[in-house]
T-cell receptor, first 113, second 115 residues
Framework: TQLLEQSPQFLSIQEGENLTVYCNSS?????LQWYRQEPGEGPVLLVT?????EVKKLKRLTFQFGDARKDSSLHITAAQPGDTGLYLC?????????????FGQGTTLQVKP | NAGVTQTPKFQVLKTGQSMTLQCAQD?????MSWYRQDPGMGLRLIHY???????DQGEVPNGYNVSRSTTEDFPLRLLSAAPSQTSVYFC??????????????FGPGTRLLVL
């Protein structure tokens, strides 16, 4: 069974602080996706990283895929209250159309003004 | 485009009752799937379909049935509801491209409480 361990599970910080969320596994993934979920809504894709060592930036968010394609991190610089939400990582298993996503448990982020 | 829509938004069932959760997408996506989300467990795949007439089991299929008669619709049936099926259910769809790089679109979810 492939597992993705996400840490921390909960994070409460003040506006302006930096934070990093980690997503770790002993399995290799074809890609790693990060989603953000607001209360009462479905997850929305933020980014997909595909190549080992790849770094992608989305405004104040920086995503990195580990060299061995087993882990990933999400770093937020100068967090704002609008960043509050549930962040989910998901590893892609397989490359064919029947490929599946394995989700981490999620990190609940609260940014206080 | 409405994207992925789900009905109902909320449902309360008694143990043993049956019901169907509806899911529809208007993006002509070949792949559709159902997940359940429970606290501290992320999203777990229940069933999926790669096209009309083709379905397969995911990680937690027991107690659920699916069928796919059209590209647009992918209903999830609970045959005899149990309290363990209390959860938030999400439907998702994506194109049948190179899977690792395809965007998966999620519906808004159905909150189900089984008493």
């Amino acid at each position: 069974t492939q597992l993705l361990e996400q840490s921390p599970q909960f994070l409460s910080i003040q506006e302006g602080e930096n934070l990093t969320v980690y997503c770790n596994s002993s399995s290799v993934f074809s890609s790693l996706q990060w989603y953000r979920q607001e209360p009462g809504e479905g997850p929305v894709l933020l980014v997909t990283v595909v190549t080992g060592g790849e770094v992608k930036k989305l405004k104040r968010l920086t995503f990195q895929f580990g060299d061995a394609r087993k882990d990933s991190s999400l770093h937020i610089t100068a967090a704002q209250p609008g960043d509050t939400g549930l962040y989910l990582c998901a590893g892609a298993v397989g490359t064919s159309n029947t490929g599946k996503l394995i989700f981490g448990q999620g990190t609940t982020l609260q940014v206080k003004p | 485009n409405a994207g992925v829509t789900q009905t109902p938004k909320f449902q309360v069932l008694k143990t043993g009752q049956s019901m169907t959760l509806q899911c529809a997408q208007d993006m002509n996506h070949e792949y559709m799937s159902w997940y359940r989300q429970d606290p501290g467990m992320g999203l777990r795949l229940i069933h999926y379909s790669v096209g009309a007439g083709i379905t397969d089991q995911g990680e937690v299929p027991n107690g659920y049935n699916v069928s796919r008669s059209t590209t647009e619709d992918f209903p999830l049936r609970l045959l005899s509801a149990a309290p363990s099926q209390t959860s938030v259910y999400f439907c998702a769809s994506r194109r049948a491209g190179y899977f690792p790089q395809e965007t998966q679109y999620f519906g808004p979810g159905t909150r189900l409480l089984v008493l």
